[in-house]
Nanobody
Framework: QVQLVESGGGSVQAGGSLRLSCAAS????????MGWFRQSPGKEREFVGT????????NYADSLKARFTISRDNAKNTVFLQMNNLKPEDTAVYYC??????????????????WGQGTQVTVSS
């Protein structure tokens, strides 16, 4: 079992930045590929990005890769999501998730075994 706790959400004006953190506990963090998803009211949960166990490989939603960056610190059992030049349409609850297996893939919810409770990000114009 892996427990995931997100933090760092909040309210920001358009053009601003936020850095989300996701702290993991319970199992060996470096065994898991990590992902970020987000969900807006009335919409499906959508893929933001993923990072491999070692942190070498990352993959992002095409519409976000210019502004969002995922990184991880295995010594601190934490994965990060740096979000720059935020827009009102980035407003959502952001979730981190963990999965085992190949570093490839990771773009769908079904591939993930563990989820955090989410953190709210609100971007005002």
């Amino acid at each position: 079992q892996v427990q995931l706790v997100e933090s760092g959400g909040g309210s920001v004006q358009a053009g601003g930045s936020l850095r989300l953190s996701c702290a993991a506990s319970g199992r060996t963090f470096s065994n898991y590929n990590m992902g970020w998803f987000r969900q807006s009211p009335g919409k499906e949960r959508e893929f933001v990005g993923t990072i491999s166990q070692s942190g070498v490989y990352t993959n992002y939603a095409d519409s976000l890769k210019a502004r969002f960056t995922i990184s991880r610190d295995n010594a601190k059992n934490t994965v990060f999501l740096q979000m720059n030049n935020l827009k009102p349409e980035d407003t959502a609850v952001y979730y981190c998730a963990a999965r085992t297996g190949s570093y490839l893939g990771g773009r769908t919810r079904e591939e993930y075994d563990y989820w955090g409770q989410g953190t709210q990000v609100t971007v005002s114009s």
